[in-house]
């Protein structure tokens, strides 16, 4: 199953983007996004749980983006404000079918090939 993520671009220093993802059309616990950068490890953005009771932000994300989920249109959002050089990277939506919200790569079973955000100084 392969995620569809969307939204991505160019944008200068302190501007906006909202990111989309589809969500697999089967069960699933969490839907979280992650990103990465040439020549570094995945790093964890945010996550929610599918009831969206519960919402957790890596350091990174705090206070500048937000995830959210749009149960009309089927889509699971990220919201990323006040953008910054260092959050130039491919952005990947992810899937955990069982478990709570975690910030370990290897516990998602869904992926997206990812959309590029890039921001220029």
């Known amino acids: 199953v392969q995620l569809v993520e969307s939204g991505g671009g160019l944008v200068q220093a302190g501007g906006s983007l909202r990111l989309f993802c589809v969500p697999p059309?089967?069960?699933?616990?969490?839907m979280s996004w992650f990103r990465q950068a040439p020549g570094k490890e995945r790093e964890f953005v945010a996550a929610?749980?599918?009831?969206?009771?519960?919402?957790f932000y890596g350091d990174s994300a705090k206070g500048r983006f937000t995830i959210s989920r749009d149960n009309r249109n089927n889509t699971v959002y990220l919201r990323m404000n006040s953008l910054k050089p260092e959050d130039t990277a491919a952005y990947h939506c992810?899937?955990?079918?069982?478990?709570?919200?975690?910030?370990?790569?290897?516990?998602?079973?869904?992926w997206g090939q990812g959309t590029q955000v890039t921001v220029s100084s």
């Open positions: 992810a899937a955990r079918r069982f478990g709570g919200i975690s910030t370990t790569p290897s516990d998602y079973d869904y």
């Open positions: 059309e089967r069960t699933v616990s969490v």
């Open positions: 929610m749980t599918w009831r969206g009771d519960r919402k």
